[in-house]
């Protein structure tokens, strides 16, 4: 039984949103929403948009954009079609392409209601599909290097010493990248932002465009009816928007600069604005210990079905006792590993950075990675050495290094969040082990990995001159007529889970005061956001949300429908929006290493 679990989850690393294929370069830019068939039920686009948002008239720089929707599940005929969401998956430098191809039907499930909608997301800027590409490697074997430079060099609470040699490979990596593509210095979320109006006024404009086709068939007897509302005059298109992570701080730029153009927005897993435009990082680990006790907790209340219980266990003290036994023997002694002709050591370091991105989504990652450690505590290191995702060999790089998948979702992540940062030209070595002190106070075990942002940023070259300075804010919403374009149509709606790893519920709460009429959802499940923890009182208040503009009421909890460990049969289809058809196994992958503000970590 042992060997058939082993063999699942090794099969499963790597295994995530994904599975099906599409030729994006079958696409021809457009300054129009062109869509084909794309994933067999999707519609996709490559829209193009001035690289220059301050100066759009230059033709000649465009950046194409990678769209892609999900069709609502009923026609845009029907009175019940309530428009396009968009959505981002929060990053810096996530893919909204995968997300939606992946998650889709389990977005569109939750805000469905009274209304259904078409779900739509986009690779922003030099992200994944789009182009140009925020590649500053352009080389796939001296990416590696680089990584595997930096894991050997230690985790940044080691000692000075190490501060110092990842402060020089940042600094190479930041020379590296300002030598590079032009496209670093367009990336910022203000640039983001005013594409995604391009977008709304896009999707408008198609269905304008299909309304008016439609007319004339019903004019002359052909057609089926009302297609869609026509806007009254004076009227702008508005966008219906639910961002996650760092999808959130997208959204508070959007609302702040376009505060007339907001329809609908749902922010969740909510970013500090300020702490985040100021470069500083310091307000998102404020909750993350308490997530990782639930870690505990909810392996002992699964009893059997949490590989690290034992029969013996009282409380989940037992089970911590025993893990934490486990990390300190790595931390003394790493362990050594053999795989073929490679050779390694494990650390310490190495099984935290699995149990945190573990952490953003305990539903879907909890049972794996409990098995995961199991094996390592009985001897056997092969898939938590697995789960490290390192460089095999050097031929795996040949004949060519050119990428082969999305694999600078780092160099995207930085050239956002370090461009929308102001300069620190006063940064020092004493001044980020100070930093580093002020982390470990916040969360002891995972402070050491989440300073390496605040460290790329440190040594960002590439400076945008599109940058939204605030105030980041929002009037009270329009009255019911919906014609004031200089206030949203609704308030924001901000949502919560209860112990967030990385964007703290005190985050949701500082922002609703910011913004007039906000109130926060919060639902009582630990983890980055709530989407992949079931829960039909949070579904309903996002359905009704979508459809009317109301808000819940002020202080509303909902419990989740399942927890970690326990069966849970709604629970499928937020793993089928990870795995496709592999869901239904027995072994979930692994968790994915993606952006630090990512959804799914």
Not at 55 to 73: D, G, I, K, Q
């Amino acid at each position: 039984m042992r060997s058939a679990v082993q063999a699942g989850l090794l099969a499963a690393l790597g295994r995530h949103a994904v599975a099906q294929s599409f030729n994006w370069n079958s696409i021809q830019p457009s300054t129009s929403l062109n869509y084909t068939t794309c994933y067999d039920t999707f519609k996709c686009a490559k829209l193009s948009v001035p690289l220059d948002w301050l100066n759009p008239t230059n033709n000649t720089a465009r950046v194409s954009l990678a769209v892609v929707a999900l069709p609502a599940t009923v026609p845009e005929s029907d009175p019940s079609f309530g428009g396009t969401i968009i959505v981002n998956p929060g990053g810096p430098g996530g893919s909204g392409v995968d997300f939606v191809v992946g998650s889709g039907a389990l977005l569109r499930g939750i805000a469905d209601g009274a209304k259904h909608y078409e779900i739509l997301s986009f690779d922003p800027r030099g992200v994944a599909r789009s182009e140009p590409r925020a590649d500053c490697f352009g080389d796939e074997f001296a990416r590696a290097v680089s990584a595997l430079q930096l894991r050997a060099m230690g985790p940044a609470d080691a000692g000075i010493d190490v501060v110092r040699r990842q402060t020089a490979l940042f600094g190479s990596f930041g020379r590296l990248c300002a030598a590079g593509d032009d496209v670093h210095a367009y990336m910022s979320t203000s640039s983001v932002a005013r594409d995604m109006v391009e977008i709304v006024d896009q999707i408008d404009e198609l269905r304008r465009a299909n309304t008016a086709v439609q007319t004339t068939l019903n004019s002359r007897g052909g057609g089926p009816g009302r297609l869609h509302r026509r806007r009254p005059k004076g009227e702008v298109a508005r966008i219906q928007y639910w961002g996650f992570s760092y999808g959130t701080a997208l959204g508070n730029y959007f609302a702040s600069m376009y505060p007339g153009r907001v329809g609908r927005m749902l922010l969740e897993g909510v970013v500090d604005i300020h702490d985040y435009y100021g470069g500083l990082w310091e307000k998102n680990l404020q909750d993350t210990q308490e997530d990782y006790d639930t870690f505990f907790t909810s392996c002992f209340e699964g009893g059997s079905a949490c590989a690290l219980h034992r029969p013996g266990d009282t409380s989940p003290g037992d089970i911590r006792q025993r893990f934490d036994a486990f990390l300190n023997q790595l931390q003394t002694s790493p362990a050594q590993h053999v795989a073929g002709s490679s050779i390694d050591e494990i650390t310490r370091q190495d099984a935290i950075n699995l149990v945190f991105q573990a952490l953003y989504q305990p539903m879907l990652y909890f049972p794996t990675v409990a098995a995961v450690f199991a094996d390592a505590m009985a001897g056997n290191f092969s898939l938590l050495y697995a789960s490290l995702n390192l460089p095999r060999s050097a031929a795996s790089y040949c004949p060519s290094s050119l990428p082969r998948s999305y694999t600078w979702s780092q160099d995207a992540l930085l050239s956002v969040a370090c461009g929308d940062a102001p300069l620190r030209p006063d940064a020092d070595t004493a001044g980020f082990v100070d930093y580093v002190a002020e982390l470990q106070a916040q969360s002891p075990d995972f402070a050491a990995g989440w300073t390496q942002v605040r460290l790329g940023c440190d040594a960002w070259r590439v400076r945008p001159s599109f940058r939204f300075e605030g105030p980041w804010t929002t009037t009270a919403a329009a009255d019911a007529s919906g014609n004031d374009t200089s206030r949203p149509q609704a308030p924001i709606l901000f949502l919560s889970s209860r112990y967030d790893p990385v964007t703290p519920l005190a985050n949701a709460v500082a922002m609703a005061r910011e913004h007039a009429g906000s109130r926060v959802l919060v639902q009582n499940n630990a983890g980055h956001g709530t989407l992949t923890t079931p829960g039909r009182c949070r579904d309903d208040h996002v359905a009704n949300y979508f459809a009317t503009g109301q808000l819940p009421p002020e202080g509303t909890v909902c419990e989740p429908d399942c927890k970690p460990f326990q069966d849970c049969p709604q629970g499928l289809l937020a793993r089928r929006a990870l795995y496709g058809s592999d869901a239904d196994a027995d072994t979930p992958g692994m968790p994915p290493s993606k952006g630090p503000l990512n959804l799914l970590g």
